[in-house]
């Protein structure tokens, strides 16, 4: 089974968006997922209106992870191409960062960084060493034997995780505390409206009068 898309270079994924049409729907919609926050707290006291959009935000938060990445992507298409739109270009990438830190504000990352180094570097040593067992030399140097033997299993596999994860957590720990900050304000319901209602002016700017913002016609 054949999916074109995968077949698509970087070059033809940024040429696509190189049009004021998609780009102003990009910004539109973008923008729509971080302002849709100011509608849930108007229809909150709408029973039916109230618990859809709600919905709709949860559902919005991820989906807007994903929106996130092709906003800084095309933010960075335009920056390239269209050097003098720079503000097209500045909201796009800080409405694409605003969108990844709403959902990366949930997570303790210096905590889900260290764990993944954990398990990585645990299942690595496992598929370094498990295959040695048997092995002549293993058989000839006891000692080393019951190392691999400790090593590679659950019990040694727990502590060498363990011991990776306290390394990995202290020192990633202040760098992701101060990213932690920048994503909870980002993430908190006045700034994302803001700059989800700025995303949708420019957007519209965009389909009325391109010009005004850089935008020339693309080459």
Do not use: C
């Not at 295959?131 to 691999?148: D, F, H, K, N």
Request: aromatic residues 12%; glycine residues 10%.
């Amino acid at each position: 089974m054949q999916i074109p898309i995968l077949d698509y270079t970087l070059a033809d994924i940024m040429l696509f968006f190189q049009n004021d049409w998609i780009l102003a729907w990009v910004m539109i919609l973008s923008g729509g997922l971080l302002a849709i926050w100011l509608l849930e707290n108007i229809t909150d006291p709408i029973p039916l209106l109230g618990s859809i959009f709600d919905l709709l935000v949860h559902v919005g938060t991820y989906v807007g992870f994903v929106v996130g990445i092709i906003d800084i992507f095309v933010g960075y298409v335009v920056w390239t191409v269209q050097p003098d739109a720079a503000i097209v270009a500045g909201v796009l990438i800080l409405m694409g960062f605003t969108l990844v830190m709403r959902v990366l504000a949930k997570f303790p990352l210096a905590m889900v960084f260290a764990l993944g180094l954990a398990v990585f570097g645990a299942a690595t040593m496992y598929g370094l060493l498990a295959p040695l067992v048997g092995t002549a030399w293993y058989s000839a140097v006891p000692e080393i034997a019951q190392v691999v033997d400790f090593l590679i299993s659950g019990k040694g596999l727990i502590i060498v995780g363990a011991i990776i994860f306290v390394i990995v957590y202290v020192i990633s720990g202040l760098v992701f505390k101060l990213i932690e900050l920048i994503a909870k304000i980002f993430a908190s319901a006045p700034v994302s409206v803001i700059i989800g209602l700025a995303a949708i002016a420019v957007g519209v700017i965009v389909i009325f009068n391109p010009v005004l913002l850089g935008l020339v016609a693309w080459p």
